[in-house]
């Protein structure tokens, strides 16, 4: 079964940098998009940042200018680098991944705390 295993998370002060990974484990598969998500607590789950396969790539508002997202295809690897981060950005963050035949894979989530 593919698994999707995040990494990266912790906590860090206020204006502080953290780069998450997900990577696919498993066997291998043909990925369209890759996703950020994040769900704080009493808060519904907020999609991030999308890349698609060709690279273009969506963020929420809350963090533009802010997270980068990219892909490496040849490791089926999708990362979240997050720069300048607040308080507001602590969060469980998830990884999802939708395949070109139509699977969609979830990561195991790895927190991100800010102090303020």
């Known amino acids: 079964q593919v698994r999707l295993v995040e990494s990266g998370g912790g906590l860090v002060q206020a204006g502080g940098c953290l780069r998450l990974?997900?990577?696919?484990?498993?066997?291998?598969?043909?990925?369209?998009?890759m996703n950020w998500y994040r769900q704080a607590p009493g808060n519904q789950r907020e999609l991030v940042a999308t890349?698609?396969?060709?690279?273009?790539?969506n963020y929420a508002d809350s963090v533009k200018g802010r997270f980068t997202i990219s892909r490496d295809n040849a490791k089926n690897t999708v990362y979240l680098q997050m720069n300048s981060l607040k308080p507001g950005d602590t969060a469980a963050y998830y990884c999802?991944?939708?395949?070109?035949?139509?699977?969609?894979?979830w990561g195991q989530g790895t927190q991100v705390t800010v102090s303020s």
């Open positions: 990974s997900c990577a696919a484990s498993g066997s291998v598969i043909s990925i369209n998009n």
């Open positions: 890349i698609t396969t060709g690279g273009a790539t």
């Open positions: 999802n991944f939708q395949t070109a035949w139509g699977g969609i894979y």
